[in-house]
């Protein structure tokens, strides 16, 4: 058995205890829209999309200028308040989903993460993630192109204060800052 680069690797590791929130959650679709390709499209698609059709069906129909303006500023507004409503149904929707495991402990080395919770544990592996972006409160892992695959550590639950910094270094020697 070869204990000692098993050693070597997990030598340096960040440990953070937390129950994720919804405004953990909001926060990681938030930077999930701004900060990736898919996200970006995503917001910006639908409420163009919208005030398009309204704009061609007001002037297929004939309309005056003045109607069509303002059919075209209350299509803008209708995708924007789609846009806004989709991302709080997903933080919701992902929140659903990971309260049932309640407080949550997480490891992270340069192999990857390790988190046990109250009814699941799961290991993950850098290669699943491509990408992280940190904001005040979190850290936001994603991974492939479309940003299929999103994990949240929060800042709060580090155990000592120097696991942010350690877990910043082991970000960001394994992944792209966003």
Same mark, same amino acid.
């Given at each position: ?6 050693? %070597?690797?997990?030598? &340096? ?7 994720? !929130? ?12 701004? +900060?990736?390709? %898919?996200? *970006?499209? &995503? ?7 919208t005030a398009g059709l309204v704009l061609a069906f ?13 059919? %075209? ?14 991302? +709080?149904?997903?933080? +919701?929707?992902?929140?659903?989903? @990971? %309260?049932? $495991? ?12 390790? !988190? ?5 544990? $799961? !290991?993950?592996? @850098?290669?699943?993630?491509?990408? $992280?972006? &940190?904001?005040?409160?979190?850290f936001v892992l994603v991974g492939a192109p479309r ?8 800042? *709060?639950?580090?155990? &000592?204060p120097a696991d942010v910094d350690r877990l910043r270094?082991?970000?960001? *020697?394994?992944?792209? *800052?966003?």
């Amino acid at each position: 058995m070869n204990t000692g680069g098993d050693q %070597a690797q997990r030598t &340096e590791q960040a440990a953070y205890v937390y129950g994720l !929130t919804l405004a953990d959650l909001q926060g990681v679709v938030r930077v999930r829209a701004r +900060r990736t390709g %898919a996200g *970006r499209a &995503e917001t910006l698609l639908p409420p163009l999309a919208t005030a398009g059709l309204v704009l061609a069906f007001a002037l297929f129909r004939g309309l005056l200028p003045g109607v069509v303006v303002v059919a %075209a500023v209350l299509g803008l507004g209708a995708g924007v308040l789609g846009v806004v409503r989709g991302r +709080r149904g997903m933080a +919701r929707r992902l929140h659903a989903v @990971w %309260a049932p $495991y309640g407080q949550c402990r997480t490891v992270v080395d340069d192999r990857g993460a390790v !988190t046990t919770g109250e009814t699941m544990s $799961y !290991t993950v592996d @850098w290669k699943l993630f491509t990408h $992280y972006a &940190e904001t005040p409160d979190l850290f936001v892992l994603v991974g492939a192109p479309r940003a299929g695959c999103l994990a949240a550590v929060p800042k *709060r639950g580090a155990e &000592e204060p120097a696991d942010v910094d350690r877990l910043r270094a082991i970000l960001d *020697r394994n992944l792209r *800052r966003l």
